[in-house]
């Protein structure tokens, strides 16, 4: 569980490679991030019902196709407090475009999330059942590290599920980027064109 697992990679041949690597470790996905920004859904009430566009103090907004809330359950009792519940299908808007991003998820024990961006979709991997006792196989982390173009917009969705699942500690922000062939290829000309320079000099 606490390996880090490039479960799939998107890799497209041509000037504008992409890639997203997947991590199920937050400690290794927070290891390829810089200058990130976490939303823990703390600052509303128990209970409250999101609807329309809600923009949280991070500056991330959720939309819902019909009943999201922010609930006590499942991650308070880990000390984490609120989470943001979802039973329908829900769109995160992060700011800034971050090429990273990822969250801690749970209870996602009766299958059919999946997630979402750009061209990028994936299952979420199930976890334990919180509604009976909570564990620690209940909890769950996912995150990427990709590219802007993988990522348009800055916004990923979740379709909906059959009883729901929470999310929290929602982070976002630069990651390690994969450098592109092409990009390689021009900067070695460029530093041999510099040697070429110096050497012009000195002769
Ligand atoms: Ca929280
Ligand atoms: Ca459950
Ligand atoms: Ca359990």
Same mark, same amino acid.
């Given at each position: 569980?606490?390996?880090?697992?490039?479960?799939?990679?998107?890799?497209?041949?041509?000037?504008?490679?992409?890639?997203?690597?997947?991590?199920?470790?937050?400690?290794?996905?927070?290891?390829?991030?810089?200058?990130?920004?976490?939303?823990?859904?703390?600052? !509303? &009430?128990?209970?409250? =019902? /999101?609807?329309? *566009?809600?923009?949280? +103090?991070? $500056?991330?907004?959720?939309?819902? %196709?019909?009943?999201?809330?922010?609930?006590?359950?499942?991650?308070?009792?880990?000390?984490?407090?609120?989470?943001?519940?979802?039973?329908?299908?829900?769109?995160?808007?992060?700011?800034?475009?971050?090429?990273?991003?990822?969250?801690?998820?749970?209870?996602?024990?009766?299958?059919?999330?999946?997630?979402?961006?750009?061209?990028?979709?994936?299952?979420?991997?199930?976890?334990?059942?919180?509604?009976?006792?909570?564990?620690?196989?209940? !909890? &769950?982390?996912?995150? =990427? /590290?990709?590219? *802007?173009?993988?990522? +348009?917009? $800055?916004?990923?969705?979740?379709? %909906?599920?059959?009883?729901?699942?929470?999310?929290?500690?929602?982070?976002?922000?630069?990651?390690?980027?994969?450098?592109?062939?092409?990009?390689?290829?021009?900067?070695?000309?460029?530093?041999?064109?510099?040697?070429?320079?110096?050497?012009?000099?000195?002769?």
């Amino acid at each position: 569980m606490k390996s880090l697992v490039a479960v799939s990679t998107i890799v497209a041949c041509g000037a504008a490679a992409a890639s997203v690597v997947v991590y199920t470790d937050r400690s290794a996905w927070e290891a390829a991030v810089t200058g990130g920004v976490t939303e823990n859904f703390n600052s !509303f &009430a128990d209970g409250t =019902v /999101v609807t329309g *566009a809600t923009v949280f +103090p991070s $500056g991330i907004t959720a939309t819902a %196709s019909g009943t999201l809330d922010i609930s006590s359950f499942a991650f308070s009792a880990i000390g984490q407090g609120n989470a943001l519940r979802t039973f329908v299908n829900t769109t995160i808007v992060m700011p800034r475009s971050p090429v990273a991003f990822g969250f801690d998820y749970a209870d996602l024990d009766l299958g059919g999330a999946s997630i979402a961006f750009g061209t990028f979709s994936q299952a979420l991997a199930l976890t334990g059942d919180a509604d009976s006792s909570v564990t620690s196989d209940d !909890f &769950a982390f996912f995150g =990427v /590290v990709a590219t *802007a173009a993988d990522i +348009p917009g $800055g916004t990923f969705s979740f379709t %909906s599920v059959l009883e729901g699942f929470v999310i929290d500690n929602l982070s976002f922000g630069s990651g390690t980027a994969v450098p592109e062939p092409g990009t390689v290829a021009l900067l070695g000309l460029g530093l041999a064109g510099l040697g070429y320079a110096r050497r012009r000099r000195h002769s």
